[in-house]
């Protein structure tokens, strides 16, 4: 009797470790696991100036609230309404504005950001922007947020100038053919068209750190300076 009570102790005890060590192996195993699928939020390019440090900010506090998306298209919404209403990125920098003020502005650029707000988490930054002061970068805020998810979706930024606004069709067809040439550097092309009317003709197409200057102003510039040299 006392043999046999002897000999089940004997075998709890050796389980034991068996059984302390199968716990430590799941413990591991989901450490690893927690790990391995933890989400990089660090910005995937480096950005400059106080704008930059504002959608560096957003962007990694849109993807910790899963929100990445969702914020990217409430900001586009809010760079159109900035674009349409000449007057708005004036008022937004006014020094005068009291407390009362950037709380209605924050409410009415809420209303604007299409629905699209995940978690607040525009409202959030907008209420930030106007507790410091800064309301007035929300354009460019914007513009580099912008800058951050083509990065992130590995597409490469081709601004495209001309004097007048060119249609479709045109932008269209010089996406395909710097698609196809080395200045692409195999990378998805996002067109970005500007205008501006200094350059009298012509294009300038902008591929990352590369320029091809094919505007009306910049031949009329040489051919100054070759006069110039000749003289």
């Known amino acids: 009797m006392l043999l046999a009570m002897y000999s089940r102790r004997l075998a709890c005890t050796a389980a034991r470790p068996a059984t302390t060590q199968k716990y430590r192996t799941v413990a591991n195993g989901v450490r690893r696991y927690a790990q391995a699928t933890q989400i990089d939020t660090k910005p995937p390019i480096p950005l400059y100036g106080i704008d930059g440090t504002y959608a560096s900010a957003l962007y990694t506090?849109?993807?910790?609230?899963?929100?990445?998306?969702?914020?990217?298209?409430?900001?586009?919404?809010?760079?159109?309404?900035?674009?349409?209403?000449?007057?708005?990125?004036?008022?937004?920098s006014a020094p005068s504005l009291t407390s009362e003020d950037k709380s209605q502005i924050v409410q009415e650029l809420q209303k604007h950001t299409g629905g699209a707000d995940k978690g607040d988490t525009v409202k959030n930054f907008l209420q930030t922007l106007a507790d410091n002061n800064r309301l007035g970068i929300l354009g460019s805020v914007c513009e580099k947020f912008t800058d951050l998810m083509g990065a992130a979706?590995?597409?490469?930024?081709?601004?495209?100038?001309?004097?007048?606004?060119?249609?479709?069709?045109?932008?269209?067809?010089?996406?395909?053919?710097?698609?196809?040439?080395?200045?692409?550097?195999?990378?998805?092309?996002?067109?970005?068209?500007?205008?501006?009317?200094?350059?009298?003709?012509?294009?300038?197409?902008?591929?990352?750190?590369?320029?091809?200057?094919?505007?009306?102003?910049?031949?009329?510039?040489?051919?100054?300076?070759?006069?110039?040299?000749?003289?």
Do not use: C, F
């Open 153 to 231: 979706k590995g597409e490469l930024d081709m601004i495209v100038t001309s004097a007048a606004r060119l249609d479709p069709k045109t932008l269209q067809r010089l996406e395909t053919a710097v698609s196809k040439s080395e200045y692409s550097q195999g990378k998805k092309l996002k067109v970005v068209p500007k205008v501006n009317p200094d350059i009298v003709g012509g294009l300038v197409v902008e591929i990352g750190d590369r320029t091809i200057d094919l505007s009306v102003s910049s031949k009329v510039s040489k051919m100054n300076k070759l006069l110039t040299d000749a003289l």
């Open 61 to 92: 506090a849109a993807v910790k609230t899963s929100a990445l998306e969702s914020t990217s298209r409430a900001l586009t919404s809010l760079s159109e309404v900035l674009k349409k209403d000449a007057k708005l990125p004036a008022i937004l």
